[in-house]
């Protein structure tokens, strides 16, 4: 796979329905022990509330959500079903219930929580992660300047450069794309220069 989903950054959301007010923390996680750590910090910030729901769903598949006192189905897995809808994994998402003293019923509840979940989600955005390549070139003084002009062109990023008797240039590629670059580095070097995939790894952008 070279891409998957995951929140943009942590975010926070609020809105009150019949007098309950309902705050969203959102985080992004790698694993479930950063998950129940970070459940806990919200749980000590807003130890004055009467309900803490939360879910998470990792990308090695795994899911959790508690209801934390609401009737049974009606917090935790419709908030589990917003991420699973978005495809969105490595996410944390816990709704914290301040009781207003009006009782919302089993649809209402639901759809508080369906929600809380959505705006955090809204309010963080979605990165889309993807695979890049790690590539070196080793590239006379002459073509650099060419060299980087390429790599741009080939929807590459210069990471770091070394000079030497030669440059040697670290770039980063999307992993599909470092076959173009192959080719095209070697038309510009009349098969003088070639690149070695040393690394890969995942980096997230905005989603658009």
């Given at each position: ?14 809105f ?81 219930r301040y009781?207003?003293?009006?009782l ?65 240039v ?39």
């Amino acid at each position: 796979m070279d891409e998957y989903l995951t929140p943009l950054e942590t975010a926070t959301s609020e809105f009150t329905e019949k007098r309950s007010t309902f705050r969203s923390d959102i985080f992004l996680v790698e694993t479930e022990a950063e998950a129940k750590a970070r459940l806990e910090e919200v749980r000590k910030k807003h130890h004055d509330a009467r309900h803490h729901c939360w879910c998470y769903r990792l990308r090695n598949g795994l899911e959790r959500y508690s209801d934390d006192g609401e009737p049974q189905g009606t917090a935790g897995q419709p908030m589990l079903n917003v991420f699973q809808r978005e495809n969105v994994t490595n996410v944390l998402c816990v709704v914290t219930r301040y009781f207003g003293g009006i009782l919302l019923g089993a649809g209402g509840l639901t759809r508080a929580y369906a929600r809380g979940a959505k705006d955090a989600l809204d309010a963080a955005g979605i990165a889309v992660n993807r695979l890049w390549s790690k590539v070196e070139i080793l590239c006379p003084y002459p073509l650099f300047e060419r060299l980087k002009l390429l790599i741009a062109s080939k929807g590459g990023q210069v990471s770091d450069t070394a000079y030497t008797a030669d440059v040697l240039v670290t770039a980063m590629f999307p992993a599909g794309e470092v076959e173009n670059f192959r080719l095209a580095l070697q038309e510009l070097s009349n098969g003088s220069v070639g690149c070695e995939v040393t690394g890969q790894a995942f980096f997230p952008s905005p989603s658009v």
